[in-house]
């Protein structure tokens, strides 16, 4: 203890202690990064100040303000000057000195495309920024399993604000709205402004419901149909009011499949509105190749697997044979005791007998197992493709049972 001189004396904002300079462990004053106050040692402990962005103890405590709440946000008070107005997915803190308000949104929510349009769209029509938009669903026809390609176009959107209806976001919804360009309100990440522990304790408290935009739209749907002739492309109006309608359609036939430098042989193909479709032999089986998807298999029976058709098509293209097949005979070798001359010397010094099978022209009704089971190593048998669903599937075979039959 010693005698104190007041004129030396420093006093915290934050809890009006007053402190000796002369008390070095006392006199211990640091920033929190909230208020922006210096404080004493109390306030802003060591283990505090470690953090990036230190908090004093008025600040990680806020206060309920019932005095601030608006329809949509619910008010605290921070430290010795902030408060701190906070909504279901927005804060605003103000220090009450001039300073611009800061809006705070979850760190997510700073660049994701359907809440930068929505804050757009709250700041125009004097809404809260949590304002959230779902888009009434469309009355569709039956899933039709044989489209291949769908692409959906707005035509017009109309919207009406429900209370209550929360925050939540679709992408669909928000890019139907009308919204003027611009960058939008200055918002900052929860994370990045030091208070997003605060939030969480403030969001313990009953957080209002904002308004919803409940967005009804009109659009026409593109489809591109797998039929047994060709491709059908047909655009459909649909609203979520009103049945789908048929707007028009057309057949684009299928055309004699032209052979590239893949193993197979294309047996067709057909072009509609940006899809390409070819239906590619391979061995007894085929491969169903549309624009924009990974291929499809489509066993010729139910005991064949992609990786051995797409080995044979390769030791056929190796031979020069694009649409053909490959069958088993009888896999043991011939006997050949007994049916060789017996070599005589000095014609004949050394003699070897190789057995391997060959490729040879005809047809059985088995299906031959793996290439390198019958001795034709060295080919590429590559990873199993995804079996064409049954619907595609029955197309694809009744397609190739009209196309010329492989040798």
């Known amino acids: 203890q010693h005698p104190i001189d007041l004129d030396r004396t420093r006093c915290c904002p934050s809890c009006n202690e007053v402190v000796c300079e002369l008390c070095k462990t006392r ?83 700073v660049d994701d495309e359907s809440r930068r349009i929505l804050r757009n769209f709250a700041e125009e029509h004097n809404l809260p920024l949590s304002v959230g938009a779902v888009a009434v669903d469309y009355q569709t026809l039956d899933a039709n399993p044989t489209v291949l390609l769908t692409t959906e176009d707005v035509q017009q959107a109309s919207w009406e604000i429900r209370n209550g209806a929360g925050s939540d976001a679709e992408l669909s919804a928000a890019k139907s709205l009308t919204v003027a360009d611009g960058p939008g309100p200055d918002v900052h990440t929860e994370t990045g402004s030091a208070i997003k522990e605060v939030l969480d304790k403030c969001r313990r408290e009953t957080v209002p419901k904002v308004p919803g935009v409940i967005v009804s739209r009109t659009a026409h749907i593109h489809s591109v149909e797998l039929t047994p002739t060709g491709l059908r492309s047909f655009r459909t109006r649909v609203a979520a009011d009103e049945p789908p309608e048929l707007l028009s359609e057309q057949a684009h036939p299928f055309q004699p499949g032209e052979d590239d430098d893949k193993p197979g042989s294309v047996l067709c193909s057909a072009a509609a509105e940006g899809a390409t479709v070819h239906i590619r032999r391979l061995n007894h089986s085929f491969l169903l190749e549309a ?38 005979t009888n896999a043991d070798p011939p006997d050949i005791e007994g049916r060789l001359a017996e070599p005589s010397l000095p014609i004949c010094v050394h003699r070897s007998v190789v057995e391997r099978p060959i ?48 040798t």
Do not use: M
């Not at 004493?40 to 008025?58: D, G, V």
């Not at 998807?293 to 694009?322: K, M, R």
């Open 27 to 109: 006199n211990d004053f640091g920033s929190c990064a909230v208020c922006e106050l210096e404080v004493c040692r109390s306030c802003l402990p060591p283990a505090q100040r470690q953090n990036p962005k230190p908090l004093c103890q008025a600040c990680r405590q806020p206060v309920r303000a019932e005095d601030l709440d608006t329809d949509y946000l619910i008010g605290f008070r921070l430290g010795g000057r902030c408060t701190l107005l906070v909504g279901e997915r927005e804060a605003h803190l103000d220090w009450q000195d001039g300073h611009s308000t800061q809006v705070v949104v979850p760190d997510e929510d």
């Open 291 to 328: 624009s924009g998807c990974n291929p499809w298999f489509v066993p010729g029976s139910a005991d064949l697997d992609y990786p051995t058709e797409y080995g044979w098509a390769e030791v056929l293209q190796s031979h020069g044979i694009s649409n053909g097949r490959v069958w088993a």
């Open 359 to 406: 490729l040879t022209a005809g047809k059985t009704d088995r299906h031959a197992s793996a290439p390198s089971q019958h001795g034709f190593s060295g080919l590429v048998e590559t990873r199993a493709l995804d079996l064409a669903p049954g619907d595609l599937a029955a197309v694809v075979l009744t397609v190739a049972n009209t196309a010329a039959a492989a």
